[in-house]
């Protein structure tokens, strides 16, 4: 089977990445399409949202993804489909990454859009120090 | 010299009003009482521009204000001109009055201002023969001179807000100075002196005809003269420049006495803005250093499900030797395929199929899954170990953000008071006072160089001088012929001698007399008899008080002792000067602390009893305790209030 050259978003969230961009995608490691990816694809997760792409559109190339980021990718998709094998379908791997990036970047843009300007990342900290301590992490 | 009566015309807060002091009663003591602006300080200040026209202690309100009175000035027309006078009428001794009358004219141009049209100053007096003198101009300024001298006027009037500060302002150059007037070595320097040495030359130079070396020598001799003439003028400059500019740091000092450093808080202002800018700068970077951090350990926090549940298979299958995989399933499925063993080439029979079949059906992880299994238990375990460190990592950054913007606080709140401080100042008239006075300090220390300079070359110019007076004399020694003009010429170079020691040993004998009572008077009046052992007033005129104990305590005496020595001293040199003027204090009391104002108004008391003593005091000056002392030995005393819309004082006898 061969291995997609990139990962998709939704068309319509394009608007949202940028959406968010000034106020959480503004550091130096969030500047790069990848690790929004990830991010959102995080959000989604935790939120254990995952939305199906309507309009698939490229966002960034795989090989940009270090084996560190497909790591998380496959641990993602171990958990969601409750099995190894899925690591030899690296096209549903993609998939499943895609759609909780999907779910999160949503989550994302509703949070900024309540919250007030520059505060994000100050309750970010503080979700998920609690959410460290509900996991009993560490 | 005691004053009798003060006649003030149109003067500041002085419509029309006579002070009479004429009464004595054993105690010459004379009291005026009244709050401040009601005029007690242009008393003073209009004796001073009575006798030497000037106003030295206006206060930045009257000096804002013309001379004249300004309801005065209100009630006549524009165009029209009015008198301002002021005399002091004065007792020279019991049958020889004086009277000094200082009269301006003054136009008014408009409402808001007047213009003097003229001035003019006579003293008038009696001579021997009963006749009434007018003296006018010069001459009335010489009168002046010789009863109370302008150059030591700071000795008889005084400011008592001043007072304590007394010694800091009245340098050894000034004392000298005063010392110098009083005994009158003026007389002997300007006139005798000086005659003599022109006559001296005159002989030398009718002398030098006979001898051509004499010339020689006596053209070197006057051109050294003249240089060492030209280096003194210059020193008195430099020490006139030197206490010109004490005078003003002085003055401005005191003109700047509360009001903030504009120049220093301009530096620390941009100080505290550039550690904002720079502090904001390093959070702003720790910020973004901290929410990269944060990113990473969030996403390992939100991913930390499926983290630990594929790191829980992965160690699972590792511990059941399952990964890494000792059969190849792919390999297995390509034999099957073929019916062929791949390795060793034998064609697979039925019980040989169904084994491999067994062998990949027991093989759940294909290499190419367990590969990746591995690769991520790799990455994995290593977020996993990343995850504490990252944490610490965070509350670091956390840390260090606090403490700048505790900092950054700081530094606000900094800048906050020095605006705070600055509200309401003039800053750019501020910082010119700052200039200014900064000015005066550069002009004191470049003259203090130059003086320096100027003493070390007088000095040596006096060996040349001396030097070639030897060798003029031994030239006029050569010349037999003019034994007569010799003996003249020595007669002269001695007399000159004899007038210059005893110039020396006057001034050396007035200041030991004035040290000497000076310690006398102070020890009498002092109330700390025990702690005070000494008064010295050293060559050059720099006066010190010396402590039981041994040590020079001039420095740290409370501003009551130091009015005290100040009232000593300008007692003494009252005495030996022969210059027996009043004393004239205003606000007396105003910097001497409670317990002491009753002892200082004892002692004015006393003082009274030998000397015209006219004390201006405002009415908490007056406290109960201090006129329950002065009250039963005043002469005269006056309230002086302020009336019709606070333009013009009045008077009243108590």
């Keep these: 089977m061969s291995k997609p050259d990139r ?27 990848k690790n929004q990816f990830l991010f959102a694809l995080s959000i989604g997760f935790r939120n254990e949202i995952r939305a199906q792409l309507e309009t698939r559109e490229g966002f960034f190339r795989s090989e940009y993804l270090l084996p560190k980021d497909v790591s998380l990718i496959n641990a993602v998709a171990i958990y969601a489909t409750d099995s190894i094998e899925i690591l030899s379908n690296i096209k549903e791997v993609y998939r499943i990454a895609e759609e909780y990036a999907h779910g999160g970047i949503r989550i994302l843009h509703d949070e900024i859009a309540t919250n007030q300007v520059g505060s994000y990342f100050k309750m970010f900290e503080k979700d998920i120090y609690e959410l460290k301590k509900s996991l009993n992490i560490g | 010299m005691r004053i009798d009566k003060i006649y003030l015309k149109n003067y500041r807060q002085f419509r029309e009003l006579e002070i009479d002091l004429s009464e004595k009663k054993g105690y010459d003591l004379h009291i005026i009482v009244g709050t401040n602006g009601t005029g007690k300080t242009n008393i003073l200040n209009s004796i001073n521009w009575c006798l030497y026209n000037e106003e030295p202690h206006l206060s ?208 620390d202002r941009q100080n505290y803005k550039n550690n904002i800018e720079k502090k904001n700068k390093t959070r702003i970077e720790k910020e973004s250093d901290k929410e990269i951090l944060l990113t990473g350990y969030g996403e390992t926090v939100m991913l930390w499900p499926a983290i630990g549940k594929s790191l829980r298979i992965i160690d699972e299958k590792k511990n059941n030797k399952q990964i890494p995989p000792t059969i190849d399933k792919d390999l297995l499925d390509s034999i099957l395929k073929s019916d062929k063993c791949k390795i060793c080439g034998q064609v697979l029979d039925i019980d040989a199929k169904s084994y491999v079949q067994k062998i990949i059906d027991d093989t759940n992880v294909s290499s190419e899954v367990a590969a990746e299994l591995l690769q991520m238990g790799f990455y994995l375990h290593e977020l996993e170990n990343g995850f504490k460190n990252n944490e610490q990592k965070i509350h670091r950054i956390g840390e260090e953000i606090n403490q700048l913007e505790k900092e950054i606080n700081e530094n606000d709140l900094n800048l906050i008071e020095i605006n705070r401080k600055l509200s309401g100042y003039d800053e750019q008239k501020i910082a010119e006072l700052h200039n200014i006075r900064k000015q005066f300090e550069q002009t004191h220390n470049h003259n203090q160089r130059r003086l320096g300079a100027f003493i070390a070359e007088i000095e040596q110019r006096n060996k040349t001088k001396d030097q070639l007076q030897k060798e003029l004399d031994g030239e006029l020694r050569k010349a037999d012929h003019i034994e007569d003009l010799k003996k003249e010429i020595n007669f002269c170079a001695k007399s000159l001698e004899i007038l210059q020691n005893t110039s020396r040993c006057i001034m050396e004998e007035t200041r030991e007399r004035i040290q000497d009572r000076t310690k006398e008077l102070f020890s009498d009046l002092t109330w700390k008899k025990d702690t005070f052992r000494d008064i010295i007033i050293d060559e050059d005129y720099n006066i010190d008080l010396i402590h039981s104990a041994g040590y020079s305590f001039l420095g740290s005496i409370s501003a009551g002792e130091s009015e005290l020595l100040a009232l000593a001293f300008t007692l003494a040199l009252h005495e030996i000067s022969g210059f027996d003027a009043p004393i004239l204090i205003d606000t007396p009391v105003a910097r001497i602390s409670d317990t002491h104002r009753n002892k200082f108004a004892k002692i004015l008391s006393e003082v009274s009893q030998n000397k015209q003593v006219l004390l201006l005091f405002t009415p908490s000056e007056y406290s109960i305790e201090v006129s329950s002392i002065l009250d039963s030995n005043y002469a005269t005393k006056y309230s002086l209030t302020l009336s019709s819309g606070e333009m013009v004082a009045n008077m009243e006898a108590l």
């Design chain 2, 60 to 267: 930045k309100d009257s000096a804002r204000l013309p001379i004249p009175n300004i309801k005065t000035i209100e009630e006549i027309e524009d165009g029209e001109t009015f008198p301002v006078e002021v005399e002091v009428r004065a007792e020279i001794d019991p049958d020889n009055n004086i009277r000094f009358i200082r009269k301006a004219v003054f136009r008014k141009a408009d409402k808001k201002s007047v213009t003097q049209q003229s001035s003019e100053f006579e003293v008038v007096f009696t001579d021997e023969r009963d006749n009434t003198i007018i003296a006018q101009d010069d001459e009335a300024i010489d009168w002046v001179e010789r009863t109370v001298p302008s150059g030591i006027r700071e000795f008889f009037f005084f400011d008592g807000e001043r007072l304590d500060k007394y010694f800091r302002e009245a340098t050894g150059q000034k004392i000298r100075h005063a010392v110098f007037q009083i005994s009158q070595i003026n007389l002997l320097k300007n006139e005798l002196e000086r005659k003599i040495e022109i006559m001296r030359r005159d002989l030398t130079n009718m002398a030098s005809r006979a001898n051509p070396n004499i010339e020689e020598k006596l053209k070197e001799l006057e051109k050294t003269k003249k240089i060492i003439s030209n280096l003194e003028k210059q020193i008195e400059e430099c020490n006139d420049q030197i206490s010109i500019a004490i005078d003003k740091i002085q003055e401005y000092g005191e003109l700047l006495k509360g009001i903030p450093d504009i120049e220093q808080m301009e530096v």
């Design chain 1, 7 to 33: 990962l998709y978003i939704d068309e319509k969230d394009r608007d949202l990445y940028s959406k968010v961009e000034k106020e959480v995608f503004s550091n130096q490691l969030l500047n790069e399409r």
